[in-house]
């Protein structure tokens, strides 16, 4: 079975980037343009991983990371940061809230689709 991944970000060469990487790998990808969106497309459909930024407008990824860890389909779901932020105060603040990883901005796709892969088992 293919893992559905949402991805999060409001930058659209980043949502393009990433599903780019994460089809060729094989994923399904669903995007989402900040929080807000993603929260709603979690309500709305079962995800296997969150692939989210931090700075959004609307709702910021930490913020949608503590609202998503509220619903228990998603108490367990995987989330990975893709963000420009390195600052290791926010990589403890976002492990606090429940994210499984952190990738820096920008990034190089293959090492994405690794982290995937790790996360996933697959």
């Known amino acids: 079975m293919t893992a559905k991944i949402l991805t999060v970000d409001d930058s659209a060469s980043i ?11 094989g994923y399904a990808i669903t995007e989402a343009v900040d929080g807000m969106d993603g929260l709603s497309k979690m309500r709305s459909g079962q995800f296997d991983l ?13 913020t949608m990371i503590r609202e998503l860890r509220k619903l228990p389909a998603y108490m367990g779901v995987p989330v990975i940061f893709l963000t420009t932020e390195s600052d290791n105060e926010l990589k403890s603040q976002a492990k606090a809230a429940g994210a499984t990883g952190w990738l820096t901005k920008p990034f190089d796709p293959e090492s994405l689709v690794k982290i995937v892969k790790k996360v996933l088992g697959r």
């Not at 949502?15 to 790998?25: D, E, G, I, P």
């Open 50 to 62: 969150i692939v989210t930024d931090l700075n959004m407008p609307q709702m910021d990824g930490l």
């Open 15 to 25: 949502r393009l980037t990433t599903r780019v990487a994460l089809t060729n790998a």
